[in-house]
């Protein structure tokens, strides 16, 4: 007896229910011939990067993910796993290859990750190792490299112990560029609020005078407002307002004090180079009377003395 398959092999209610009312051994052969063998895993065909393994000779056969590419039609779920262990782990081969790479293909969202409670991290980059990056953003082009949006006030948080690092970017570029909008700072920094704990802002920058350490400019009129220089020169003023040497300060529009003294020196002001006991008016000691310093100033190259008392 031969059984006629009403579709192609395998297990289906029409071709399994085709019993003969007298049992017969060749019938019997040819079900399990004709029946089962669609249902044996070394008959079934891999694709899309799915490979099955196993032949006729072989007692077992297994399907299994091949090397890829792997084409899943998607949406693809990932169930939680029973304890505390990664629910999927991607290991990339050595050289220069890209564990995962998403092509956006028209999509806005390459990959949305939703935290479902407060104190859920969305992503976490485990410590790389001392030659490891954690996250790198890599662009040839003008193109936004990292946007963060966010409904409450902080939107993004970086903490390390080493702090942040931003490399050297190529030639007439910014290697960090904070844009402001209308009434609020561009950049707030908040200094830890123990005392003597940090700083709130310290700039590592320039060897010599000719390497400005900070420049400030002001948008409206395109004019530097403070330069602080390599050599620990600070001028205060336009464009071209030079830098006077280290530890000096050169403001081109005056200096202007709401105090009422002058100026504060933490230091005993040299005595000067005069004894002479000059006669003032009414606004000073009249008569003989002999300062007791003599304040040098450079007018424009030329020292001169200021009598003090």
Avoid: C
């Avoid at 040819?30 to 895993?41: P, R, T």
């Amino acid at each position: 007896m031969v059984n006629v398959l009403a579709s192609k092999p395998g297990l289906s209610s029409t071709t399994t229910l085709r019993i003969p009312k007298d049992w017969d051994p060749t019938w019997f052969r040819n079900f399990i011939s004709n029946q089962l063998k669609g249902a044996d895993v070394r008959n079934a065909v891999g694709s899309n990067g799915i490979t099955v393994s196993g032949n006729i000779s072989s007692p077992y056969a297994t399907i299994s993910l091949g090397t890829g590419p792997t084409i899943l039609g998607g949406p693809v779920t990932i169930s939680a796993p029973a304890t505390a262990m990664p629910a999927l782990v991607e290991t990339g081969a050595p050289g220069a290859s890209s564990v995962e790479q998403i092509n956006l293909n028209g999509a806005l969202r390459g990959i949305q990750i939703l935290p479902s409670t407060s104190s859920q991290v969305g992503l976490e980059i485990l410590d790389p190792g001392s030659n490891g990056t954690g996250f790198r953003a890599e662009t040839t082009n003008t193109a936004t490299m990292l946007v963060v949006f966010g409904a409450a006030a902080t939107r993004l948080t970086l903490t390390a112990s080493g702090g942040v690092l931003v490399s050297a970017p190529s030639s007439g570029n910014s290697g960090l560029q904070v844009n402001g909008v209308a009434n609020s700072y561009a950049e707030l920094i908040t200094a830890p609020t123990t005392s003597g704990q940090s700083f709130g802002l310290e700039i590592n920058a320039g060897s010599t005078s000719a390497d400005g350490a900070l420049t400030i400019t002001n948008a409206a009129v395109t004019l530097k407002l403070l330069e602080v220089y390599g050599d620990g020169g600070v001028a205060i003023g336009p464009a071209g307002t030079a830098d006077e040497g280290a530890g000096t300060l050169n403001v081109s529009g005056g200096y202007w004090t709401g105090s009422t003294t002058l100026m504060t020196s933490t230091v005993a002001l040299a005595n000067g180079a005069g004894s002479t006991s000059p006669t003032l008016g009414n606004t000073g000691p009249a008569g003989a009377t002999t300062p007791t310093k003599w304040i040098a100033i450079n007018d424009n190259g030329t020292v001169r003395h200021i009598p003090a008392w």
